[in-house]
């Protein structure tokens, strides 16, 4: 019952993909997704593109035959040859972020690939399906991770860019279950990008007490860091990011230094933890399947359910 074009496009059974985080999409995550039946990514806004092409190797062994895709993160990636490694391994779908979506497109989409890219506004929407993209991913402000230092929220952005754009979307920033999906396709996406959730699972490859910390965070425990210097970073309140939250004499990135400490050894405090504020939603480390099947189950219910009160 949610089949679109975004499923068609990405060759998933379900609308849903997950997000490109550093050293954290990997092919232990992303091989759960995709065994769930929705689109699992790699990530290389890690820089590390070694590891990264190990990883895109691991995906067909982890899981054959479903698709996965890839995303060029452009600020982060400084040898252009990891797109001719993409095409040779048969990726069929790319999401480009954190650049000009005219460097990639025409020669990605030349090799036969479907691309998506990643806008934080309506100016950056039309300016990528001038590029000629397929499709866009429309992120909201609230969403973890590098922001736009001017943000706006889902509810403000997904509408105006859905209805000044033909081309499908997937939304950003806040979705986490059945009923954010559901919102998401009442405001004119087809399907949606789960981040932060997928950092709690139990597949996720980074320390526990990361995790922990999303378990127990609030609605109100995210910061955005960096407005004065670009990127704007999303990430969890501890003492490290409360110190940086308004200090505009120091680039936030700098706290990105030591983030091995924080991503695998668990240290809070070495780096800057990112994290959307759907953390505040989040209460338990659950399976990925788990996760994928409910929120598709719930969005259909959902649907059904305000047919019924609303329109019968």
């Avoid at 990514?41 to 899981?63: F, K, P, Q, W, Y």
């Avoid at 399907?191 to 980074?206: H, N, R, W, Y």
């Avoid at 706290?255 to 695998?264: E, G, S």
Wanted: proline residues 4%; contains cysteine.
């Amino acid at each position: 019952m949610l089949r679109n074009r975004i499923t068609e496009m990405m060759g998933t059974e379900l609308p849903i993909m997950q997000a490109p985080m550093g050293w954290i999409a990997r092919s232990q995550l992303a091989s759960a997704v995709s065994n769930a039946g929705a689109m699992g990514m790699i990530e290389t806004s890690s820089g590390e593109l070694d590891n990264v092409r190990r990883e895109i190797l691991a995906m067909a062994e982890l899981a054959p035959g479903r698709p996965f895709a890839v995303n060029i993160a452009q600020a982060f990636v400084s040898d252009p040859s990891i797109i001719d490694f993409v095409v040779e391994q048969g990726v069929k779908f790319v999401t480009t972020s954190a650049g000009d979506p005219r460097q990639y497109t025409e020669r990605l989409k030349a090799a036969g690939l479907t691309v998506f890219h990643v806008v934080p506004t309506l100016r950056a929407a039309l300016k990528a399906v001038d590029a000629g993209v397929d499709g866009l991913i429309v992120e909201g402000g609230e969403g973890g991770g590098f922001k736009n230092p001017r943000d706006v929220a889902t509810m403000v952005l997904l509408p105006l860019v859905a209805s000044k754009v033909e081309v499908p979307i997937i939304a950003a920033g806040g979705f986490l279950d059945g009923r954010t999906m559901a919102a998401a396709l009442a405001l004119g996406a087809e399907g949606v990008q789960l981040g932060t959730v997928m950092v709690a699972t139990q597949e996720s490859p980074i320390h526990d007490n990361w995790k922990q910390a999303i378990i127990g965070a609030a609605e109100t425990d995210t910061v955005m860091l960096n407005r004065h210097a670009g990127p704007a970073l999303r990430v969890l309140r501890s003492d490290r990011s409360t110190a940086l939250e308004f200090d505009t004499t120091v680039n936030a990135m700098t706290a990105m230094l030591d983030h091995k400490k924080l991503y695998f050894d668990g240290d809070m405090e070495a780096a800057v933890a990112l994290s959307g504020q759907i953390a505040g939603r989040i209460e338990e480390i659950r399976p990925v399947a788990d996760i994928i099947r409910e929120c598709a189950d719930d969005c259909v219910a959902v649907l059904s359910q305000l047919n019924r009160l609303y329109v019968d």
